[in-house]
């Protein structure tokens, strides 16, 4: 007889407050490290089984809301809550239903691939029998089951990743933190984690990722905040937020490097346009009309390109293009 | 036996069965047992060689010139000493360059906080774990002086908790130390100017009465000047109980010191 779901990666959210569907609230949240003020009075509701993006440069206060929610770091001001529990006094409670995946894989090297399942499962105080057959689940869904055995220290940066994923994964928790889960590893393995990342949400996981990497948030998230300078820049799905802060197509038009006068020529042909040192942007809602009027104008760049407008258009335009330290 | 076993994992699935100090120190014990087997070398060799070199070497050159020290052949004076003085050294290198990397470099600590452990449960998991050291070295450490025949007193058995307790004393103390620590370089410096006079001034070698008398208040402020008074009294037999108790009380008041500071100072470190 199974006394515990086995089959399914993190079980269902349950024991939730009735009437609140919400598993994270914010009202107001501030952080503050003595005279830095990293979140700035943020407010944002994830609901259950939704996949909820924090998108930002780097500074912009993301690992910080997310420390927050984790409970691994106190606010300094402002209401959360998580679960449907004040995190100041519930915090080994709510940890209990959390996994988390932090920005700085903290396996143990030396211990196994299996070993560092079973250890992470007993900090939960899990019956060895359970994290057994758990592990041995999410071994196979995280691609590593050939490599049980294997002490970690040798692995690739994708399967440390997602044997960090899979560790979080270890208490079925109700809610999934992934901070910049891709950061470092290459196109493939980010697709594999995608892939697997996206499994977990079809499952009903509720699934909190902050990135810096738009392609990512477009992939995984239901809903998202851009934040920026500690504040929430901007919030909604990645098509609203296309919609509402870009156009529907960019034009990317080059030029040779000293048509600086012939480039100011374009100015008015497009909604927005926007000088770049080496391209021009144009937003339009039709690029292959726009192109066709910037010829009008007798004005021929070196080459072109007309795409789609992406998230990154949204991100650059809310948190400019100055470089963040 | 399969209906049994069903039985047991269902009573397991209760949860809540183990306290969150012992989850720490098991995952202690599970990362040892891979090293288990050249430590062991080491915690049984230590004292043979020390007690081989210092004790009988030096000692019957000692003996031969000086007679005895304080009464007793210079091995059974000796030996105690170390056993104190090498529980120090256990749980000075179990609080170093460990916490360091459980902070720093491997982030076991920031790991295990991601759960429902506490930052109490993560430092008593780790006085936990160097209390175990400590009662293995210290147990290897008398079982040796037993074969060296260097116990003579049934109260012997006593200088197991206080090598025990002056081990968690140091433990403490300098958990606290490395967790404030950037690091490791302090490390060096905490060997060089702390531990090492400690071991070689602290009567472990040679009586109080050697030293010139204005280094006598501070021999008798340094803790291991106390472990090392308690654990000969009790091997030898001629037991002071006053001085034992200052002795106790001493040490003691130490661990919890250093205790409530490591707290603080994890608290500080863990929690921003």
Redesign the interface.
Known sequence: ?P??PTSSLGAPAQHLAPGADLVVSARGLVKR?EELVAVDHVDFDIVRGESFGFLGPNGAGKTSTMRMI?C???KSGGELQVLGMDPQTN???I??R?G?V?Q?D??????TVL?NL???G?????????IKERAGNLLEFAQLSERAHDTVEPLSGGMKRRLTIAR?LI?EPDLLILDEPTTGLDPQARHLLWDRLYRLKSQGVTLVITTHYMDEAEQLCDRLVVMDKGSIAASGSPASLIERYSTREVLELRFPPDAGPAAAAIDGVAERVEFLPDRVLLYTANGEQTLADVMARGITPVNWLVRRSSLEDVFLSLTGRTLID | MTAELETWGMDEAQGARMPPTLRVLRYHLYTYMRTWRSSLTTSFLAPVLYLAAMGVGLGSLINHHVGTVEGVKYLDFVAPGLLAASAMQVAASDSMYPVMAAIKWIRTYYAMLATPLRVLDVLFGHFAWVVARLVLTAVTYLGVMAAFGTVHSPWAVLALPAAILTGLSFSSIISAFAASQENDQGFATISRLGLIPLFLLSATFFPLSQLPGWMHPIAYATPLFHGVDLCRMLVLGHVDWASAAWDLAYLVALSAFGAWLARRLFERRLVI
């Open positions: 007889m006394s515990h490290f984790a691994m770091s106190p915090g080994p409670e940890r209990a959390i988390l932090p700085e903290s396996l143990d090297l030396q211990l070993d079973m250890i992470y007993r900090y939960f105080d899990l019956p060895r029998k359970v979080a208490s």
